[in-house]
């Protein structure tokens, strides 16, 4: 028929039979070299990163940063801050300022302006903390003095504790470090891009001023204050005596990192040091009397050798019960045993 004529037409166009084996193989069709070409000019110029612009200075909360790659894009009013940090009122001027700014542009002033801030020096082991209050709705914002020592960690410090004020005044929800806490901290990193991501602490190293070391071991303590009693008070691991030593470091990293290696090295050296050390006595500061290590007593000791024994003789289940029968035990046979 016409049909079957125009279809084996059209089959032996896209076939070639092969007459030794009698089978038909199809053909591929070519690549069109040029329509390749093409595609991967489309591709190669639809993802061209764009370049940044170029900063021409920064803002003030961003040039608080104690290390710029470009110190001539900080803001020539910061320079006053830092040099004068140690001062307590250009220290408060410099934390109204902050909060003026991150409100501004973070928060759409909807935080209080009158919100009260202050410079705390009870606040040892954190940079600071916001206080809350139910009753009237407000919110307090603590720093601290000892390890807020610079205008970098001020900031910092005082953008985390404005996204707690937040959370708790315009989202009305006090969820710590939750969703809420988070979500007003991305809008500060949005609003200023050049400042470190907001986290939930900080790994700030604290300087304090004394540094009680141990003259046997080395052990040392840090103290803010002459809290240790050098004449009473001795070293828990080796019972030696203390001096004070006055740290004139200054807050940075390296000396941290420099004591922990000395320790690190001196390690075992002191170990052998105290191994098989003879313990010195230690002094009691009720009475003054010297005070020897306690031996456990006789009935300890008998207390220690047969408490599972009776304990399954008896078929006792209480501690109270076990207790009283070995005492019984310890009563009868105290002469024989000791």
């Given at each position: 028929s016409e049909n079957d004529d125009s279809f084996s037409r059209i089959f032996k166009k896209k076939t070639n039979i092969n007459k030794e084996s009698n089978q038909t193989c199809f053909k591929t069709p070519k690549k069109n070299p040029e329509r390749f070409e093409n595609n991967l000019r489309l591709v190669k110029t639809a993802f061209i990163p764009r370049q940044k612009e170029p900063v021409k200075q920064l803002s003030f909360i961003e040039s608080l940063s104690r290390n710029l790659e470009d110190e001539s894009l900080r803001d020539p009013k910061v320079e006053y801050y830092i040099k004068k940090f140690h001062l307590?009122?250009?220290?408060?001027?410099?934390?109204?300022?902050?909060y003026r700014l991150f409100n501004k542009n973070a928060f759409d002033n909807k935080l209080p302006m009158d919100m009260k801030l202050v410079w705390s020096d009870k606040i040892t082991s954190t940079a600071g903390y916001c206080k809350y209050s139910s009753r009237d709705l407000s919110c307090e914002i603590h720093v601290s003095t000892k390890v807020c020592t610079d205008p970098e960690r001020l900031r910092d410090t005082?953008?985390?504790e404005m996204c707690h004020a937040a959370a708790f005044?315009?989202?009305r929800c006090n969820d710590n470090h939750g969703p809420i806490w988070k979500s007003w901290t991305k809008k500060v990193n949005f609003?200023?891009?050049h400042i470190p991501k907001i986290t939930v602490t900080h790994s700030y190293s604290i300087t304090k001023k004394f540094i009680f070391k141990c003259t046997r071991c080395h052990l040392e303590?840090?103290?803010f204050s002459k809290s240790i009693n050098i004449e009473k008070e001795v070293c828990g691991i080796c019972h030696g005596r203390f001096e004070i030593i006055k740290n004139s470091a200054k807050n940075t990293d390296l000396v941290n990192n420099y004591r922990k290696q000395l320790m690190e090295d001196r390690f075992d050296e002191i170990r052998?040091?105290?191994h098989g050390a003879p313990v010195t006595p230690r002094q009691n500061q009720a009475d003054n009397k010297l005070l020897t290590p306690r031996q456990p007593n006789k009935f300890a000791l008998f207390v220690k050798e047969n408490y599972g024994s009776v304990?399954?003789?008896?078929?006792?289940n209480s501690h109270k019960d076990v207790m009283q029968e070995l005492s019984k035990n310890f009563k009868l046979l105290s002469t024989k045993i000791f």
């Open positions: 307590k009122l250009v220290r408060q001027e410099l934390l109204n300022e902050c005082l953008a985390h005044l315009v989202s609003a200023f891009r303590i840090h103290r052998s040091e105290l304990k399954k003789e008896r078929n006792l």
